[in-house]
C-alpha cells in the first residue's frame, strides 16, 4: 500500500514565511513520535511535500562559508535579494522565481530510515524529470546535487540539494532551475564549488520558457513511484 504525502503547491512565497512553515510541520510530526513512543501509542504520522518559487533570496547552509557569497548587504539590496543562514547541510544557495523549490518533509519511519537512500532518490526524482526532456543528468563524485556533461570542461550545475534530518524527519530538500536567471548565480560561489557553471533546463532546451507546471507534475510522478507514495492534493495557507 503507498504511502499517502499530502502535497501544496503554494506559488511565489517569501523565503522566511516558508522556512517557518516547514519548521512547524517538521515539529509537529516530531512532538508526534515522541507522544507516540512516551504514551506506547501508534498514531499514524503525516508526510507533506511543498513546492514553491520564492522571491530572490541567498541562504547558507550550518557548514557554509559566507565568503562565498561575494556581494555585501547594500548590493544585495540593490539585486532585491534576501540573505539567510539557515539549519540545514551544504553552503550557499540562491533561489529565485523560475526556479521550482521542493521541500520533502518526511517521517523516513513511513518510508525506509536511510538518509543516503533517501538523498540518493531526490537527486533520481530530478534526474529522471530532466530525461523527459531529453537531457542526461547525472550525479557528480564528492559533489551534492544534479549535474550536466559530468566530467567534462563544460559540466554545470541544474539543481541544488541540501536536507535537515531528525528522527527521520526531513525538511528543506532541493531546488530546479527551470526558467531561472542565471545572473544571480555570479553573485556567489554556487555550493561552495569553484570553476563550475550553472544552468537552467529553459537554456538547456533551447526555448525561452518552459512550462513550470509540467514540470512540477513530471517530478511529483516520478517522486510517487521511487517512494511508493500517493500524492494528495490540499490547499494550505502558510
Known amino acids: 500500500m503507498n504511502k499517502e504525502v499530502v502535497f501544496t503547491d503554494l506559488g511565489l512565497k517569501d523565503y522566511k514565511e516558508t522556512w517557518g ?7 509537529e510530526i516530531i512532538d508526534l513520535k515522541i507522544k507516540n513512543r512516551r504514551e506506547g501509542q501508534s498514531l499514524e504520522t503525516p508526510n507533506y511535500l511543498l513546492i514553491v518559487e520564492h522571491p530572490h533570496v541567498y541562504t547558507l547552509g550550518k ?20 540573505f539567510y543562514k539557515i539549519n540545514r547541510g551544504g553552503d550557499i544557495t540562491y533561489h529565485g ?8 518533509i518526511l517521517d523516513l519511519d513511513n518510508f525506509f530510515t536511510d538518509i543516503h537512500k533517501y538523498l ?4 533520481e526524482t530530478v534526474i529522471l524529470t530532466l530525461a523527459d526532456y531529453g537531457l542526461k543528468a547525472e550525479r557528480s563524485q564528492g559533489e551534492t546535487g544534479v549535474w550536466l556533461d559530468v566530467g567534462t570542461p563544460f559540466a554545470r ?16 530538500g532541493f531546488a530546479l532551475n527551470v526558467n531561472a536567471d542565471l545572473g544571480y548565480f555570479d553573485l556567489m560561489i554556487p555550493c561552495g564549488i569553484k570553476g563550475k557553471a550553472v544552468t537552467s533546463l529553459n537554456v538547456e532546451v533551447g526555448k525561452k520558457e518552459v512550462d513550470m507546471d ?16 500517493e500524492v494528495i492534493k490540499k490547499k494550505t495557507s502558510v
Open 97 to 104: 522565481p523560475g526556479q521550482i523549490v521542493v521541500y520533502p
Open 21 to 27: 512553515f516547514q519548521e512547524k510541520l517538521f515539529k
Open 120 to 123: 540518493r532518490f531526490l537527486e
Open 63 to 82: 557548514s557554509g562559508d559566507i565568503e562565498n557569497l561575494l556581494v555585501n548587504e547594500n548590493q544585495l539590496a540593490a539585486k532585491g535579494a534576501k
Open 214 to 229: 509540467e514540470v512540477k507534475q513530471r517530478l511529483l510522478q516520478h517522486f510517487e513511484v521511487l517512494f511508493e507514495a
Open 157 to 172: 550545475k541544474i539543481c541544488a540539494l541540501g536536507v535537515r534530518a531528525s528522527r527521520w524527519v526531513t525538511m528543506h
